[in-house]
């Protein structure tokens, strides 16, 4: 089943411009992870955000989560082309003694140059 | 450091055979994870490897199946292939096993089952 939903599932912006996504997830987290894939390749780790946390920066990215709202979102500030990839959320189950990320279906990012 | 190697890249076989797909871990890395992502069931958990020992299975059938040798290097094989087994399979390796640390995947294995 699936822990984390992105929204919105497909997204075009002009380079240059933000991009803002958004996911939800159902069951309390240690933490979130968001990863970026670009067309039909391994995943690439983004940025890493622990429960107790609330605010995470990583060069252009910008990631938040609200453990209350069960929600997390990833700001991409300046998109470029090369941006343009799906980008996933991912949680771990809690307490989990091994590593299972579960995955959303992704929001697909694309920036025209 | 060299990343997570899969391979073959590509692969074609035929519905009923079986097939096994290799993953070389970061060196150091002794949690190989596998994944498989489909277009229309996303990326989905198959097993996670530490220590040559699965620690954690997916809700997937006895015919997908997995190992890790001493080196951290890890295989899954997949039986009795069917049409719906057509996927990419992604192989993730990590320091530990644990919720709390990051994976790092490696490009992948597209396999096709005419």
New interface residues.
Partial sequence: S?QGEEDPQALSIQEGENATMNCSYKTSI??L?W?RQNS??????LI?I?SNEREKHSGRLRVTLDTSKKSSSLLITASRAADTASY?C?T???????????????TKLSVIP | KAGVTQTPRYLIKTRGQQVTLSCSPISGHRSVSWYQQTPGQGLQFLFEYFSETQRNKGNFPGRFSGRQFSNSRSEMNVSTLELGDSALYLCASSLVSGAGYEQYFGPGTRLTVT
């Fill in positions: 699936q240690n933490n992870q990863y039909g390749r391994g995943l690439v780790h890493l622990r996933f991912a771990p189950p809690p307490g989990a003694g091994s590593y299972q990320l579960t995955f959303g279906k992704g």
